[in-house]
């Protein structure tokens, strides 16, 4: 009896010392690719992801401890910044590049408009550091936490002691950023079969499938590679994307396509937010395209679209817009 | 009886701990030509010229033992930061089963790609330790900071941050070194590195690239075993 009662005993405290892993946390949508993202090395606790969205939320990872995340990355705008071109920072600073969307990240396998960063697990490092960004470092961050007791507590929830390290720190914020998954527009629903496209968003879809899938690859709305779509340098800049990394002259004026999903609220648009609105976007891939050796091989031929055309394929844009994502209680400012 | 096969079992774990000696050991020794690197120390590099180190860390990892050729030993997450201003960080223990016959070892200066690509990382690679890129995904393999009278930038400084893992900048190196002793002692002159140095003209290295590749020969050049 006494044996059985020790068994019981060691089995309750193994168990307590474990998290248990919520699948409910992530989920991948139907139908739709496996995910690049190793969750097995970094296995999602509802303890994790509720501190990695009160560090997505806290200032305290900038430098004056003004700016979080979410500053930039806003959730009723898809996790980005409207309203500004170039994204500004610390000090008001202006950044050289236009905030991308957070959505669906457990499907990209590189990070930022030029793929700077390999890993969702040291993307937060790019942001926290840079001088125009919030000016911070990674060991100061992590000395501020640990003279928090709010997030003495909060680490302990969710590791199980109250150790604060870098890593830890990283990876509870790509537990919150996994969750943000973005797949109940009507889109999503006329793909279930649950919903139909009103007979203008059928043609902007057929039109979206002919001259715009190649590179906005459903269901991700991303072939999640680097293409030169046409942009002519801004020479206020001299941003030549990709190249800038792999110092590979193939790469230039090459940036990561980014995702059309939520495109209504993730105004303005481009690497450097140059168009404000889905009709000058459209504009550009029509009249637009500047030719260079690296362009897009879907571009070579000019895309022809009459202005009824454009109507609805802005029409099926809008289907894109995901009402459950951009008010999902889970992924608002923590309380 | 079940306490006794309980007891022996602990006695068996507690011993074959102890049979791994940590005897067996790598020892940096940072120098300047014949003298041992030191903080704040103005080095001579030629008659008119000095030059000082402000950090010098870098990475040691994939140690590995061979015997008559054949790998005999390999350390599991060998990931070592070493930190020429922090003593304790220089002496690696190789943990090493009892009666293991070896007489050289490999090891690599920097971070594999796989390592790199793997996300963040923790104990010595975490990225609170100064060693890993922030704009660009990446660690650095080896730091070397300081001032130099040459070097015409703000407060006569010069910053070379060695690193790249894709391709073809990939900047990952193995030293092979026989390892006769319990004991090896590898010396890092940094007095041969930077002594052919143009550093009126070099001084910042910061990113991947041909640059970097080239200056981390001159690292690979100037260590060696310690006679």
């Known amino acids: 009896m006494k044996q059985k009662f020790f068994i019981g005993f060691f089995l309750c405290v193994t168990l307590c010392a474990f998290h248990v892993i919520d699948t409910k946390l992530f989920v991948s949508p139907e139908n739709w690719p496996k995910p690049s993202y190793d969750f097995t090395q970094n296995p999602l606790t509802f303890e994790s992801v509720q501190l990695g969205r009160h560090l997505f939320y806290d200032p305290i990872l900038s430098k004056n401890n003004k700016i979080s995340c979410a500053s930039c990355h806003s959730q009723y705008t898809a996790f980005t910044h409207v309203d500004h071109n170039l994204s500004h920072g610390i000090d008001d600073r202006i950044g050289v590049r236009n905030s991308p969307a957070l959505m669906n990240l457990a499907w990209h396998t590189s990070f930022m408009w030029d793929g700077a960063v390999n890993h969702l697990d040291v993307q937060a490092l790019a942001p926290i550091s840079h001088p125009d960004e919030m000016g911070e470092s990674i060991q100061q961050v992590v000395t501020k936490l640990g003279q928090s007791e709010k997030y003495k507590k909060l680490f302990y929830k969710a590791y199980g002691d109250r150790v604060i390290t870098g890593e830890r720190t990283l990876k509870t914020i790509s537990q919150f950023m996994l969750t943000l998954v973005s797949a109940n527009s009507k889109y999503d629903s006329v793909m279930r079969k649950q919903k139909q496209f009103t007979t203008q968003?059928?043609?902007?879809?057929?039109?979206?499938?002919?001259?715009?899938n190649t590179c906005h690859t459903e269901p991700l709305f991303t072939n999640l590679q680097f293409e030169n779509n046409g942009l002519s340098v801004?020479?206020?800049?001299?941003?030549?994307g990709r190249m800038k990394i792999t110092k590979n002259n193939s790469d230039s004026l090459?940036?990561?396509?980014?995702?059309?999903?939520n495109v209504e609220f993730s105004y303005p648009y481009m690497h450097d937010g140059r168009f404000k609105t889905l009709s000058q976007v459209l504009k550009h891939y029509t009249n637009g395209v500047h030719q260079s050796e690296t362009l897009a091989k879907s571009l070579d031929a000019p895309i022809v679209l009459s202005s009824n055309d454009k109507v609805d394929l802005v029409a099926f844009l809008l289907t894109l817009t995901d009402k459950k994502f951009l008010f999902d209680p889970r992924y608002s400012f923590p309380k | 009886m079940k306490y006794l096969a309980f007891f022996s079992l602990l006695v068996w774990h507690l011993t074959s701990f102890a049979q791994k000696s940590v005897n067996h050991r790598l020892v940096f020794h940072p120098m300047f030509g014949d003298s041992v690197l030191k903080e704040a120390t103005y080095y001579q590099i030629n008659s008119n010229d000095s030059i000082q180190i402000t950090a010098l860390k870098?990475?040691?990892?994939?140690?590995?033992?061979?015997?008559?050729?054949?790998?005999?030993?390999k350390e599991k997450n060998s990931y070592h930061l070493m930190d020429a201003f922090q003593e304790g960080s220089l002496t690696l223990p190789l943990p090493l089963p009892a009666k293991l016959k070896y007489d050289r070892v490999k090891f690599n200066l920097g971070i594999d790609s796989v390592t790199s690509v793997s996300g963040v990382m923790g104990g010595d690679l975490d990225p609170t330790k100064g060693m890993y890129w922030t704009w660009q995904s990446g660690y650095i393999n080896f730091k070397l900071?300081?001032?130099s009278n040459l070097c015409k930038t703000r407060n006569t400084e010069f910053q070379f941050h060695l690193g790249g893992y894709?391709?073809?900048?990939?900047?990952?190196?193995?030293?092979f070194m026989d390892m006769p002793h319990q004991k090896l002692d590898v010396v890092i002159d940094i007095k041969k590195m930077v002594g052919d140095?143009?550093?009126?003209?070099?001084?910042?290295?910061?990113?991947?690239?041909?640059?970097?590749?080239?200056?981390?020969?001159?690292?690979i050049n100037a260590m060696r075993a310690k006679k």
Not at chain 1, 254 to 261: A, D, E, G, I, Q
Not at chain 2, 67 to 72: D, G, L, W
Not at chain 2, 197 to 219: K, R, Y
């Open chain 1, 254 to 261: 090459k940036f990561k396509v980014p995702t059309l999903r």
């Open chain 2, 197 to 219: 140095l143009p550093l009126t003209q070099m001084h910042h290295i910061m990113s991947p690239g041909n640059e970097a590749m080239l200056l981390t020969e001159t690292v």
């Open chain 2, 58 to 73: 870098f990475y040691i990892s994939g140690l590995e033992l061979s015997y008559q050729h054949k790998t005999v030993w």
């Open chain 1, 234 to 240: 801004d020479t206020t800049l001299n941003d030549f």
């Open chain 2, 166 to 175: 894709q391709f073809p900048h990939n900047n990952l190196q193995s030293i």
């Open chain 1, 201 to 212: 968003e059928k043609r902007g879809y057929a039109l979206f499938q002919k001259n715009c």
């Open chain 2, 145 to 147: 900071e300081g001032n």
